[in-house]
């Protein structure tokens, strides 16, 4: 609302900058590459989600798409700048354009949360069938079920040899996180993103008072699958193949359920949200007693019974019981914090 | 003579083989306040979703201040400067009054300018002490009051409510009387309203609808005292 953004902006950067610093300690620098990379993806439907009320059950398919983008790009120029900037720019045309036939076609929620987990469907089936010759975009084969390998990875801009790998790789995900995250916060301050909110709230009265309502959700849809886009891009190079499976209904749904566990409507919990669950998954990957699917919709039903505003609201109502009632707490106007992030 | 600033040619508005708007013609001129009755099902409310866009009419046109709006969407008809308050209150429940407020002040206002006029209209309608309170945890009156303020803080020249008064005190309503007779020094209201209290109270002009159409035009007292709207209104044959 009206608090200041500095301070918020200072927090942020302080919080990164901890983070960068600690937690290479105690996980390996690979493995969190990937951790930051879930969490943008996750800070792209929390934000279209908790803060539009747009519940897409297919984010996965605009990470596959900007991880598709990137890499038939990569191959085809050889350089990686332009595909990156293609890895946003084309899940943010599609979903555009999805959004805008979805949002100017007046659909209610159930029928949306339908289409666009078809939409990932189809994708997926048609990515899966594309093994022959035939299935060639430039120099790329797009490869069907085995995916495509091979591709440039990121380099620095201008010198294809300056590959970017190991631990720069992290520290770039990392700034491209806090970029992302600082833009979001941003976005959400301004005039658009209060509107967005008061969209969620109440479509009908955001359109009495003369706000486009589809318009602003097109771009809103728009904004978010750029930045799953940008994920995908980076979890291409980080994973030096994409494969099919970035589409998978599987995909949309652990999205789904890390901005449950993290909270909703808040900024940090689907980032947190992404970021503790796809750890989990990979602690419990490297075992082979209990299935790892079974753990997290365990998780999921504990969640919705006993936390369902997730674990941000909760830590964040915590603190203002504990600090609040207290009296002494000087910051009063802030006691709202958890709702707009 | 005053400029119209709402007309209505035969408006007709089917759903199947009902028709519950019936060729109606109205006509309103600049800051005049209206009151539309009728029985339940008079087709008061479906004439009112016809002109405000939530429908768009089988027949006829609705032409505000001469240009034919028949057909557009809600946000185009309120962006010519209408405002709207629908039946059950439509608010923000999880945002604060001035976020309400605000959001309605920006959509024709810079940020700043916004927040001033939010302002304004919180102090002139008393929302002062709770003006930080999230919408979901205020009262009906309260609700109903802070939707009357998204409406006027757009300064509107033409008002549509749909049954301000509905679920309300004898206090509330007599807040609510005074905000639509402020309102009416720059704008032209139509009040759909069940509560014939009220009417008698605020009316001057009132239309009455039955079987969608309108049944007749005339000054309140008038109205009131005609065997015709009695008998529509008590079921009894005239």
């Given at each position: 609302m009206t608090r200041p953004i500095g301070k918020d902006v200072l927090n942020i950067l302080i919080f990164a900058a901890l983070l960068i610093w600690l937690m290479p300690m105690m996980i390996s620098t690979y493995t969190l590459t990937v951790l930051v990379i879930y969490g943008m993806l996750g800070l792209s439907l929390g934000l279209i989600w908790g803060f539009g009320g747009i519940l897409c059950f297919g984010q996965a398919a605009f990470f596959g798409l900007g991880a598709y983008t990137y890499a038939i790009a990569a191959i085809n120029i050889g350089e990686s700048t332009i595909p990156m900037i293609l890895a946003v720019l084309v899940p943010a045309a599609f979903a555009a354009l999805l959004g805008a036939v979805m949002f100017y076609g007046r659909l209610t929620d159930v029928y949306l949360g339908v289409i666009t987990l078809v939409v990932t469907l189809i994708l997926f089936k048609f990515v899966n069938s594309t093994?022959?010759?035939?299935?060639?975009?430039g120099k790329a084969?797009?490869?069907?079920?085995?995916g495509i390998p091979g591709f440039q990875t990121l380099n620095v801009p201008g010198d294809p040899n300056a590959y970017i790998w190991g631990d720069p790789y992290f520290y770039v995900c990392t700034v491209a996180l806090v970029i992302v995250f600082l833009l979001v916060t941003w976005l959400l301050q301004s005039s658009f993103g209060r509107i967005a909110i008061g969209i969620r709230e109440n479509e009908t009265r955001m359109s009495l008072m003369g706000y486009d309502v589809a318009a602003r959700k097109t771009v809103l849809f728009a904004i978010g699958a750029a930045i799953a886009g940008l994920a995908g891009a980076l979890f291409a190079n980080w994973g030096e193949i994409v494969t099919?499976?970035?589409?998978?209904l599987g995909q949309s749904a652990e999205i789904i359920i890390w901005c449950i566990v993290g909270g909703l409507?808040?900024?940090?919990g689907p980032f947190l949200g992404a970021v503790g669950l796809a750890y989990l998954k990979f602690m419990l990957g490297?075992?082979?007693?209990?299935?790892n699917t079974l753990i997290t919709g365990l998780i999921l039903v504990l969640f919705v019974l006993f936390?369902?505003?997730?674990?941000v609201p909760a830590i964040a109502s915590l603190w203002k019981l504990s600090f609040g009632?207290?009296?002494?707490?000087?910051?009063?106007?802030?006691?709202?914090r958890a709702r707009h992030g | 003579m005053a400029e119209t600033v709402l007309e209505t040619h035969g408006l007709t508005m089917r759903f199947g083989g009902v028709?519950?708007?019936?060729n109606v013609n109205f006509k309103l001129k600049a800051r005049e306040l209206r009151c539309l009755i009728g029985p339940n099902g008079a087709g008061k409310s479906t004439f009112f979703k016809c002109v405000t866009g939530l429908l768009t009419p089988s027949e006829g046109q609705v032409f505000m201040r001469g240009q034919d709006?028949?057909?557009?969407?809600p946000h185009q008809i309120t962006a010519l400067g209408v405002g709207i308050k629908t039946q059950t209150p439509n608010v923000m429940?999880?945002?604060s009054v001035h976020e309400n407020i605000w959001l309605s002040a920006r959509r024709f206002h810079s940020t700043v300018e916004a927040r001033e006029r939010a302002e304004a209209i919180i102090d002139r309608l008393a929302l002062g002490s709770i003006?930080?309170?999230?919408?979901?945890?205020?009262a009906h009156g309260e609700r109903q009051r802070v939707e009357l303020g998204l409406v006027a803080v757009s300064d509107p020249w033409l008002v549509l409510l749909d049954?301000?008064?509905?679920?309300?005190s004898a206090q509330d309503v007599d807040q609510m009387t005074e905000i639509i007779h402020e309102l009416t020094r720059t704008a032209a209201v139509v009040i759909v309203e069940h509560d014939m209290q009220f009417i008698r109270s605020i009316a001057e002009t009132v239309t009455v609808f039955h079987q969608g159409a309108v049944l007749m035009e005339d000054h309140v007292d008038r109205v009131m005292s005609d065997q015709t709207v009695r008998s529509v209104y008590l079921g009894k044959k005239a």
């Open positions: 093994a022959g010759p035939q299935y060639v975009i084969r797009l490869g069907g079920y085995n099919p499976g970035l589409f998978s409507g808040t900024r940090f490297q075992q082979s007693m209990i299935d936390l369902p505003r997730g674990v009632r207290a009296g002494r707490w000087p910051q009063r106007s802030n006691r709202r | 028709t519950a708007s019936d709006v028949t057909g557009w969407q429940d999880a945002l003006a930080r309170t999230e919408l979901g945890q205020l049954e301000p008064a509905a679920g309300m």
